[in-house]
């Protein structure tokens, strides 16, 4: 079946359908990891975008119950130059266009995806609208620009947990858990638990609009600040609880819990051009000197210079210098824009989780 | 940290001659860390002997020491030069091997020279088995079953626990000469035996069989701080069992998902770390069960390797250079990567297209041999292809190899009878691809060929793709479309437009599609640009597209964007010579990377086009523009569109480029120097004889013949020996020496198809006629002589394969002036503008023409490094439009000091085949031996072949009656040097009659012992064997088979043998001295 993913700038990619039918709009970015396309699929910070992969062959091993990185694929539409119609490892349970039918995500492929990517990295990422039903171009261009966009909508809303609960980890022995921890959830990834887990945490879960004295009364040994989708700045709300945490408890933040902690510490956050998506952004943490290959996928950055003083520069990305952790001077509290719990990606930050464990000593 | 400052002076070795398993890749690395290391300021000394690298150019290195490659050369070297450090990972298994031997004989210490990148702990760890499973135990990583075997007796006992099949793996060899996959215990026991004799430490790995797992690669780069990246991961098509030099491999990995992918990065960086590499590259390999996800580490290569030049032009990422940085003490976030000139080399880079590599294989010429791919390499060469698909890529591969094929084509297998299919899928052998497709072509399931090859179900799935493709555009109806299109009434043109659009991106080449619709490769050409499905190109810049690239990096692809801006400045391009093949390797490579250097100096855009990824050529900063391409006809004209490029030089990449010259200037390029139509009248038997005729040139007497019937009157007519060969031929293939009428019938029928277009030609076979090469450059008007180089060896060994001096050592002023007047008037007759390379042979002072190519030759860069002039550089300049005058080279120069070239064959990858010289090359590379004393020069090229000529022992001498007058000569010489003769029973008389003793052996099959014995047990030095030439006496094939077995080195010229006795002469004079290229041009 064809399908056409349309950008708010005029362009047109005409492809091939696979997974769901459908039509849906969301911001176009692009992933240059090679491997790991489930994970990415099911990482909730996706929430609100239509994710291109730039590697060309996607599909080829098939999906599996263990990579996931949430409940389901979260991103709005995915986009590949290939699709593996095969799907070859040991634990390949699915084939992609089934996983992806079944959780109603519309697949587009046999469409010149660095092309495409090469459009978002010189214009900036934009809003587009994949369809598989309304084949004309113009139209699904109007549709793709009439969309609200990114900015200033508060994405968590629509990832994080609707109550709270406490991590389950089924092949993890939790009775010698030293720490407990409360993890705000704005979309978190299922491996940011299995590591607090396998760094002896006992990990519950909360809501992202939990107060900050609903936190403090469950007395945790420290806080995380999880992922999560889109712009911080309306979140205002975590913003808020995170700023009456400050001082009380250890803090560990994520990503879009980076940037939160950020605004919450008075720093300012902009849009970058067309984000950081992939497993290979060198990170150097200015410490010890030693680079980190690391996980990204933001489109948000907190400005390095927008920092106050009560913070230090720990972390910076070597590719384009901007903001990738920072520590507070005085309190326990520290965060990376990067991930350190990869899942996909290389594992080298994973030392991070043993910091955060140290710090609730 | 910024670079270091205790060291000035860096000592660098290179990897020697080209041999399987260490080629041009090594010339590669080893240039890019000269150049690297140069840019920072450190002084250069280099050691090559292997004459056709860049990396011996003069400009490279500031000492340049063409010299054997042995610890004891290497001290000489070091105590004359005094380098501060020596970095011993860029040159391959020889400079690491070299390297240790330094080291632990004290010799580093004594002069107080350092190792860089990797230190002698770290190498050994690495490449001593028993220490490197050690390691691996320690931090927790899987290694197959295995045990360490010092003796056949370990051996047999290892066996009993580790059970067949059993791998056998020889530590401290290249390319895993020796190693094996043994399934009995009588295979077992050969192998170990043959495996013990060549590794240098007499040390066997034997381990258990992971026959069947996926195999996969990983290139991990480490610096000083301790940062590691992975540059590229490679998963081997082949599974394990298939060298990984002889496996079609692919980046990046496929079937890995990202959990799997990580664990193995995480191993990989836990290697590099306890083996301690400080820095620099290692190439780590894995294996894993397909059933279970199970990884074990195979090993690991603490150097670059071939894999490691592979990732650089698969990724854009430069290894060696940067390797050759992070020795000398910067970080890796202290460099820029070039290609996006803003990032830094501290990332992974990541692709956005599929790299697929296929070894090209010799054995047509080693026929005899066993031809199953096993744990040893014994592919030739390879090429490398890019596209957006893995069929794509796959396709665009196989045509790149040059081998016939265009893409994953039908074959003759066709006929093969569907019960054979089985075994030929599960043994690998070089067809195996192909006979995957007449597998899936007659219907074998995924699975079924799966269970033959366990090859992953995720290629085959993409063969199928391909294969049900074709089958969908033969069918009738789509038939008719494109036929309606094509031949009348361009209707259907949307859906023709669709369908050749798919098969573009599956990677069918236009010949492909003309084969199936029965229509020319040029119709299907027309019909494309017609409907505008034009090849797209896309740039390889290491980040996906995430950064702006900076490198003119492309290949091409069918795709909507077009990523090439054409500049509008005077541009060149340069066509290379593909794959690596016997016959056509680096010394090609070499003189296109000249035409590069030296047009861009001349203020012109260059552009190359090759599909070799070992090479320099394909550097992306060796020209202006690089595309990385098949060489064929349709991939060039996509490039010469795109580029309009004002000249397109076809003479100096060996025969790939003159093959497409003719159909290329037809569709309109501009082809730059000698015409093809001169170049086809030098190749052109009845056209070459009139030239010679016109300027009254004898060529040795010849007929021409399609049958054997035609053919046995004429040879009886020129009188046995006549050399026969098929028309239009590289290397000497399938050029043979006949001696009898039986054996003429037998080549007829059997070695050619010799048909009315293509006759095979009859020579008269000159016998005991000098050889010489003689290489010339002209601009149409002058012509300048750049070397004479006389054969020791007599006319019928093919120049490759002999040895050379240069300047002739025994020929005549008159013959001089003759050999020159002949060759400035072939060059006048062929209007010759570029280079010219004459063979000739010299019998009863009469000078035969052999053989013209007004092309670059073979020994160019042999006679550029012997005469001290870049002639190469010059044809290029010459060939854009320059005189000789104004590049002021006229006068001819003749050295005062003595360079001898010297081949390297691969016998003993081949055991079994015909390991006898003669018209049809089979040496894989060479080396070069500069001496004022030409013996001693001779003495230096044999030892850089590895034959270390003994000065004393024992000498055995059996020669062909003809011979035995020209061997007392010999004889008593190396009676008079102190040597021992042992001679068969004839020999032995004509010896005692002239005064010498000898120790008598019988002949074979006439009582015990034999000189088989003597050279089983190591009890003989030396060897002079001339054989008959008869065919019909197997056993003196034999003796050179085992002594070339044994590295007992073996004379089988009189000649040959004259120039060893003096060489030894030399050696045992002992004042053999080292001396650089730079000192000896002084001497110009």
């Known amino acids: 079946m064809k399908a056409i993913l349309a950008l708010a700038d005029g362009t047109g990619f005409e492809g091939e359908q696979f997974g769901a039918t459908g039509e849906t709009v969301g911001e176009v970015v692009f992933n240059t990891s090679m491997t790991g396309y489930q994970e990415v699929l099911t990482d909730p910070s996706y929430k609100g975008q239509i994710v291109t992969m730039t590697y060309p062959l996607i599909g080829n091993y098939g999906c599996n119950e263990a990579d996931v990185e949430s409940i389901g694929p979260q991103v709005e539409g995915f986009v590949v130059r290939e699709y593996s119609a095969y799907h070859s490892n040991w634990r390949s349970k699915w084939s992609l266009d089934a996983y992806l039918a079944e959780h109603d995500i519309i697949g587009i492929q046999g469409i010149d995806t660095r092309a495409l990517t090469r459009r978002l990295r010189v214009h900036g990422v934009m809003n587009g609208c994949l369809s598989t039903e309304d084949l004309n171009p113009e139209s699904l261009v109007t549709k793709a620009k009439a969309w609200h966009g990114l900015v200033g909508w508060d994405l968590v809303q629509r990832v994080t947990c609707p109550s709270s609960y406490a991590w389950q980890q089924p092949e993890a022995n939790n009775s010698h858990a030293k720490y407990r921890v409360v993890a705000l959830d704005f979309g978190i990834k299922y491996n940011i638990l299995r590591q607090l887990t396998e760094h002896g945490c006992e990990v519950q879960v909360v809501p992202a609009k939990t107060t900050a004295e609903e936190i403090l009364a469950a007395e945790p040994d420290g806080v995380f600040l999880s992922n999560g989708p889109g712009d911080p700045m309306p979140v205002d709300y975590a913003i808020q609880t995170i700023r009456t945490l400050i001082g009380k408890k250890p803090l560990f933040g994520i990503c879009l819990g980076h940037q939160l902690l950020g605004l919450a510490l008075g720093g300012k956050t902009f849009k970058l051009k067309f984000g950081h998506r992939g497993a290979n952004q060198p990170v150097k943490h200015l410490e010890t000197d030693r680079v980190e290959i690391t996980a990204q996928n933001h489109g948000f950055c907190v400005d390095i210079d927008s920092l106050p003083n009560s913070v230090d520069v720990t972390h910076v990305n070597l590719n384009d210098d901007t903001l990738e952790g920072i520590q507070h001077r005085e309190h326990p509290i520290f965060s990376v824009q990067y991930h350190p719990e990869a899942s996909p990606g290389p594992h080298d930050a994973s030392y991070l989780f043993s910091r955060f464990t140290e710090m609730m000593e | ?1084």
């Open chain 2, 1 to 1084: 940290m910024p670079k270091r400052t205790d060291i000035e002076k860096i000592l660098i070795i290179g990897s020697g001659a080209i041999i399987i398993g260490q080629a041009c890749e090594f010339d590669y690395s080893g240039t890019q860390a000269c150049k690297a290391l140069k840019e920072e300021g450190y002084e250069i000394t280099l050691v090559n002997s292997n004459p056709a690298t860049i990396m011996t150019d003069p400009d490279f290195a500031d000492r340049t020491y063409i010299e054997p490659i042995t610890a004891d050369t290497v001290e000489l070297i070091i105590a004359k030069e005094r380098p501060q450090a020596l970095l011993p990972t860029l040159g391959g298994q020889t400079a690491l091997n070299v390297s240790v031997e330094l080291a632990e004989s004290g010799v580093l210490e004594k002069y107080e020279v350092e190792l860089i990148g990797a230190k002698l702990p770290a190498i050994q760890k690495a490449e001593d088995r028993a220490l490197f499973k050690e390691a691996m135990t320690k931090i927790g990583l899987a290694v197959p079953h295995s045990g360490i075997a010092h003796s056949v007796q370990e051996a047999l006992a290892l066996v009993q626990e580790i059970g067949f099949p059993a791998i056998i793996r020889p530590a401290f060899t290249l390319g895993g000469t020796g190693g094996g996959i043994a399934y009995n215990i009588e295979e077992y026991e050969k192998m170990v035996t043959a495996g013990l004799a060549l590794s240098p430490i007499s040390e066997l790995l034997i381990e258990e069989s992971v026959i069947g797992w996926k195999e996969f690669e990983l290139e991990v780069m480490r610096d000083g701080a301790d940062n590691v990246v992975i540059i590229c991961s490679i998963e081997n098509v082949d599974a394990m069992g298939v060298h990984t030099g002889d496996s079609i491999t692919v980046a990046p990995i496929q079937t890995l998902t990202d959990k799997e992918y990580q664990l193995m990065r995480d191993s990989a960086i836990k290697i590099i770390r306890e083996i301690g590499v400080d820095t620099g590259g290692s190439n780590i390999q894995f294996a894993v069960d397909p059933k279970t996800g199970t990884q074990v580490v195979i090993e690991m290569n603490p150097r670059v390797s071939r894999s490691s030049a592979l990732a650089s032009k698969a990724t854009g990422f430069p290894i060696a250079k940067i390797a050759a940085k992070l020795a000398v003490g910067y970080n890796l976030d202290e460099i820029p990567n070039d290609i996006t000139a803003k990032t830094p080399a501290c990332f992974e880079p990541t692709i956005d297209y599929v790299v697929v590599k296929i070894p090209r294989w010799a054995f047509e010429k080693f026929q005899g041999t066993d031809e199953t791919l096993t744990t040893q390499m014994k592919s030739v060469g390879e090429a490398m292809a890019i596209g957006r698909t893995f069929k794509e890529a796959l396709q665009k591969g196989l045509r790149s190899l040059e081998t016939g094929w265009h893409g994953l084509d039908n074959h003759p297998l066709d006929e093969l009878p569907l019960s054979e299919l089985p075994s030929k899928l599960s043994v690998p052998n070089v067809k195996r691809v192909f006979y995957i497709k007449a597998a899936l072509a007659r219907g074998m399931s995924i699975e079924e060929i799966h269970t033959y090859t366990h090859i992953d179900p995720f290629f085959l799935y993409n063969m199928k793709e391909i294969v049900d493709f074709e089958n969908a555009l033969s069918k009738p109806d789509t038939r008719q479309y494109i036929d309606q299109y094509l031949q009348k009434s361009k209707t259907n043109g949307e859906l023709t437009k669709k369908l050749l659009r798919q098969a573009k991106q599956f990677g069918f080449s236009d010949r492909q599609l003309g084969d199936i619709y029965d229509v020319s490769e040029e119709t299907i050409r027309e019909c494309r640009k017609e409907l505008g499905v034009d090849a797209t190109f896309k740039t390889v810049d290491t980040c996906a597209a995430e950064f702006e690239a900076e490198t003119p990096y492309y290949y091409s692809t069918c795709s909507s964007e077009d990523e090439v801006r054409p500049s509008d400045k005077a541009k060149i391009m340069i066509l290379g010579g593909g794959p690596n093949r016997i016959g056509q390797g680096i010394e090609f490579d070499y003189c296109c990377v000249h035409a590069a250097l030296a047009l861009k100096a001349d203020g012109y855009e260059t552009i190359m086009v090759n599909s070799n990824p070992e090479t320099v050529s394909t550097d992306y900063d060796t020209s202006d523009r690089l595309y990385f391409e098949p060489l064929t006809c349709e991939d060039v004209l996509n490039i010469y569109h795109k580029e309009k490029p004002s000249g397109v030089i076809v003479q100096f990449g060996g025969q790939t480029p003159l093959n497409l010259a003719i159909t290329l200037k037809e569709a309109g390029v501009p082809i730059i120097g000698t015409s093809p139509e001169d170049i086809a009248r030098s190749e052109d038997r009845r056209l070459f004889k009139a030239v010679l005729d016109d300027i009254g040139l004898m060529q040795p007497p010849n007929g021409t013949a399609t049958s054997s019937e035609e053919a046995a009157p004429i040879a009886a007519a020129l009188g046995y020996p006549v050399i026969v060969r098929p028309s239009y031929v590289l290397g000497g293939r399938a050029m043979q020496i006949v001696y009898d009428e039986e054996l003429l019938h037998e080549y007829m029928h059997s070695a050619v198809q010799a048909s009315p277009e293509h006759p095979v030609l009859i020579d008269k076979y000159l016998e005991e006629a000098i050889e010489v090469d003689v290489d010339a450059i002209s601009d149409g008007n002058l012509t300048v002589i750049g070397g004479i180089m006389e054969h020791i060896e007599e006319a019928g060994i093919h120049s490759g394969d002999s040895d050379c001096v240069l300047p002739p050592y025994t020929l005549v002023d008159e013959q001089i002036e003759n050999l020159k007047t002949f060759t400035y008037s072939l060059a006048k007759a062929l209007r010759v503008r570029g280079l010219m390379n004459v063979q000739y042979a010299i019998k009863n002072d009469e000078i035969y023409v052999l053989e013209v190519n007004p092309r670059a030759s073979r020994t160019i860069p042999f006679v550029s490094k012997a005469i001290g002039v870049p002639l190469a550089k010059l044809a290029a300049r010459v060939m854009a439009g320059k005189t000789l005058a104004e590049l002021e080279f006229t006068n001819e120069i003749e050295p005062a000091y003595f360079s001898v070239k010297a081949p390297v064959f691969p016998f003993n990858r081949f055991p079994g085949s015909n390991t006898r010289l003669g018209p049809e090359m089979k040496s894989t590379g060479e080396v070069m031996g500069i001496d004022t004393d030409v013996s001693r020069a001779f003495a230096k090229a044999q030892k850089a072949c590895g034959y270390t000529l003994p000065i004393g022992g024992k000498v055995f001498i059996s020669v062909k009656n003809k011979d035995k007058r020209a061997i007392i000569f010999i004889a008593k010489k190396l009676t008079d040097m102190g040597f021992e003769l042992i001679a068969t029973h004839g020999t032995a008389k004509v010896l005692l009659r002239n005064g010498m003793e000898s120790e008598l052996v019988f002949s074979i099959g006439k009582g015990r012992p034999t000189i088989h014995d003597y050279i089983k047990n190591h009890a003989v030095d030396l060897i002079i064997n001339t054989p008959t030439g008869d065919l019909h006496r197997p056993n003196e094939l034999l003796i050179r088979e085992m002594a070339i077995a044994h590295d007992i080195p073996i004379f089988s010229t009189i000649p040959g043998a004259a120039a060893a006795v003096n060489a030894i002469d030399a050696l045992q004079r002992g004042d053999i001295t080292v001396t650089p290229l730079q000192d000896y041009f002084q001497m110009l």
